[in-house]
């Protein structure tokens, strides 16, 4: 259940970075409330999930998920620059998050074999 609470955390995290820009410095009221909303949300969920993950796997997990969707949907959907290193990169990105799940996951099933 830590892993989903984790993996929501990241994607509301995506949703608040992209609220940020809309929101234009906190002077536009509803892009404003919605991305103080999802803020609460990601932390909220991020709390959770670092009771049952180590801190420093949940976050690098959770900042990777934020940053690889933030960026992702940017590209695709609010016209910034696509080229080959940043796609390389994004899943480079995505590969160490996955291979932090999988370094974590092991672990627990050494831990619970003792």
Known sequence: MAWLY????????????????????????????ITIIFIIISFFLFSKAIKKIPVGTAYAVFTGIGAAGTAIIGMIALGEVVNVGKVFFLLLLIS?????????SSSEEKVSEH
């Open 6 to 33: 984790l993996i929501v955390a990241g994607i509301t995290e995506i949703v608040w970075a992209l609220g940020l820009k809309f929101a234009e410095g906190f002077t536009q009221l509803f892009p404003s409330i």
């Open 96 to 104: 160490g998050i996955l291979g932090l799940k999988l370094m974590d």
